[in-house]
Every structure is written in C-alpha cells, then in structure tokens.
Nanobody, 119 residues
Framework: QVHPVESGGGMVQPGGSLRLSCSAS????????MGWFRQAPGKEREIVGS????????WHADSVKGRFAISRDSAKYTVFLSMGDLKPEDTAVYYC????????????WGQGTQVTVSS
C-alpha cells in the first residue's frame, strides 16, 4: 500500500515562499504521475499541478502558474511544490496524491499539510 506523506506546510506572510515535500512511502515502482491538490475552507478540492513520472513533464493550474513549481526526486519517489509570491487565497490544506500506472488516476492520497498565508 502506498502512503504519501506531506511536509513543509506552515504560516507565511503574503509575498512569501514555502516548499512542500511529499514522499510516497511504500512505492516500489514508478508511478504514472504524482500531483498536488488543495482545499480551502468551504471550497472543493482543486488540482494545483502534476508531474508525469516517465517524462518529467509538469502541468500547473492557471491560478498558480508562474508562482508555483512542481519538481521531483525520482530515486526517492518524492515530489516537491515550490510556492512563491504567496497570496491569502492560497491558504488551504495541500494534499499529495499518487496515480499508479495501473489506473492512471490519483488513487493514493496523503493526509494533507496546512498552508496559511496571512499578515
């Protein structure tokens, strides 16, 4: 069983930066992709971005494009979300998810890490 574990959340002032990490515990072969999602209070969960494990190609939502960047350490089944120029509307619980090759859909989810952007 794969268990993504997120870390790196916290509180930051507007304009600040944070870097989230996610390690896929139990992952024994290359996934199809890994992704980051977020859920703000009172809102539905939305995708922030993803990375294709084979190609390394990344995709980012328009709301974070140019401010956030997904990267990976393929040897450790770890993905990172580097967040810059943070805004109060980025406040949310951020989740990591793994899409195995068998399903190509995000099947395994982490518990989430809180990011709060406030002055």
């Amino acid at each position: 069983q794969v268990h993504p574990v997120e870390s790196g959340g916290g509180m930051v002032q507007p304009g600040g930066s944070l870097r989230l990490s996610c390690s896929a515990s139990g992952q024994t072969d290359d996934p199809h992709s890994m992704g980051w999602f977020r859920q703000a209070p009172g809102k539905e969960r939305e995708i922030v971005g993803s990375i294709n494990w084979l190609s390394g190609n990344t995709w980012h939502a328009d709301s974070v494009k140019g401010r956030f960047a997904i990267s990976r350490d393929s040897a450790k089944y770890t993905v990172f979300l580097s967040m810059g120029d943070l805004k109060p509307e980025d406040t949310a619980v951020y989740y990591c998810a793994v899409a195995p090759k068998t399903t190509r859909s995000f099947t395994y989810w982490g518990q989430g890490t809180q990011v709060t952007v406030s002055s």
